[in-house]
């Protein structure tokens, strides 16, 4: 039973930078495409980028220039580096597998708002 664990959110200021912080129990993470996902509530939830196992990244429009995407594979640690923050950005932020591999994890909660 692998759980997800998501951390490094909070209030921030419009312009502000947070870094989130992901950690992936098991032997699979180095071979998985990583994403980092945010939820509103009462809407879908969204995948704002993504990275391979060789450190590829892809990100949604909405956020490209200004977040960061990137994964330590001895670590089993997947990170969001995010700049520039707008209150657009607020929702809970999930980490998983583009396949979905993985049970979902709590989130954490990134507020931007002055």
């Known amino acids: 039973q692998v759980q997800l664990v998501e951390s490094g959110g909070g209030l921030v200021q419009p312009g502000g930078s947070l870094r989130l912080s992901c950690v992936v129990p098991g032997s699979r993470f180095e071979r998985t495409v990583m994403g980092w996902y945010r939820q509103v509530p009462g809407r879908t939830r969204e995948l704002v980028a993504d990275i391979s196992r060789d450190s590829i990244a892809q990100y949604a429009e909405s956020v490209k220039g200004r977040f960061t995407i990137s994964r330590d594979n001895a670590k089993n640690m997947l990170y969001l580096q995010m700049n520039s923050l707008k209150p657009e950005d607020t929702a809970v932020y999930y980490c998983?597998?583009?396949?979905?591999?993985?049970?979902w994890g709590q989130g954490t909660m990134v507020t931007v708002s002055s």
């Open positions: 998983n597998a583009v396949s979905m591999l993985y049970p």
